[in-house]
């Protein structure tokens, strides 16, 4: 099993900046993609970027060059760095694992943390 425990989250003005980490630990093998989603109240869970094992990045469209993800393999983490915050931007972050073992897909989250946008 994969665990997942995210930090980094809570109350930043407009304009501002967080880095959220997600520290990965459990049997990660044949895990091939990470990476952070959000929810906001009454709206879908949204992709905000992911990276593969090989470095591959892909972010949401409304990230808009704002965020940065990145792994850090010493510290076994997948970090977000997000700047230029807005309130639009309030919501939970998932940390999330893909696995593929013997079979279909397997995600795995994270407890989620806490993103609040405001003045």
């Known amino acids: 099993q994969v665990q997942l425990v995210e930090s980094g989250g809570g109350l930043v003005q407009p304009g501002g900046s967080l880095r959220l980490s997600c520290a990965v630990s459990?049997?990660?093998?044949?895990?091939?993609?990470m990476g952070w989603y959000r929810q906001a109240p009454e709206k879908q869970r949204e992709l905000v970027a992911t990276?593969?094992?090989?470095?591959?990045?892909k972010y949401g469209n409304f990230v808009k060059g704002r965020f940065t993800i990145s792994r850090d393999y010493a510290k076994n983490t997948v970090d977000l760095q997000m700047d230029s915050l807005e309130p639009e931007d309030t919501a939970v972050y998932l940390c999330?694992?893909?696995?593929?073992?013997?079979?279909?897909?397997?995600?795995?989250w994270g407890q989620g943390t806490q993103v609040t946008v405001s003045s």
């Open positions: 999330n694992a893909r696995q593929v073992v013997s079979g279909p897909d397997v995600d795995h």
């Open positions: 459990g049997s990660t093998l044949g895990v091939y993609s």
């Open positions: 990276i593969s094992m090989s470095g591959s990045t």
